[in-house]
Nanobody, 117 residues
């Protein structure tokens, strides 16, 4: 099982980034997919989630209207489009896969997002 995140980097406040997560080794379409993030000294928090078939989606209040989660079950990928980025969005972003029924839970290694001028 692998979840590989990409797309992180350094961006100025107000800018955009698009994160991707490529999944392999499991039946992707049976898993709810989520993005989490963890800032230095803080607990990991849920950013966004998407159902196994593409809906429903849910977002943390802090990112609603700025971030969009999507998935492509044909390519076994999810993405997180992040717009109007703020310094407080700085964190390591993690991709998570959770089976819709069984207690199976997988994590990626994370990708760093830094929002700074």
């Amino acid at each position: 099982v692998q979840l590989v995140e990409s797309g992180g980097g350094l961006v100025q406040p107000g800018g955009s980034l698009r994160l991707s997560c490529a999944a392999s080794g499991f039946t992707f379409s049976s898993y709810v997919m989520k993005w989490y993030r963890q800032a230095p000294g803080k607990e990991r928090e849920l950013v966004a989630g998407i159902g196994s078939t593409g809906g429903p989606t849910n977002y943390a209040d802090s990112v609603k209207g700025r971030f969009t989660i999507s998935r492509d079950n044909a390519k076994n990928t999810i993405e997180l489009q992040m717009n109007s980025l703020k310094p407080e969005d700085t964190a390591v972003y993690y991709c998570n896969a959770r089976h819709y029924y069984y207690p199976r839970d997988y994590w990626g290694q994370g990708t760093q997002v830094t929002v700074s001028s």
